[in-house]
């Protein structure tokens, strides 16, 4: 899935974000292209969004 398919205001768990991560670094092998990298870090800045809000909502 590419992270510009997800409108801005989508939210996916952390779990889901976490598992899409994984299989980025699966699929690339453990070397992350340009496109790849640009990618990763999108999804990591959502899985932090994502771990932030169910802090939130559990306190």
């Avoid at 510009?4 to 889901?16: E, H, L, Q, T």
């Avoid at 990298?37 to 994502?50: M, P």
Wanted: negative net charge.
């Amino acid at each position: 899935m590419s992270p510009n398919s997800v409108s801005p205001g989508s939210a996916r768990s952390a779990a889901v974000l976490n598992e899409q991560i994984r299989a980025l670094w699966i699929r690339a092998g453990g070397s992350l292209s340009a496109q790849e990298r640009t990618e990763y870090e999108l999804l990591v800045v959502q899985w932090a969004a994502a771990i932030r809000h169910e802090v939130i909502e559990a306190a």
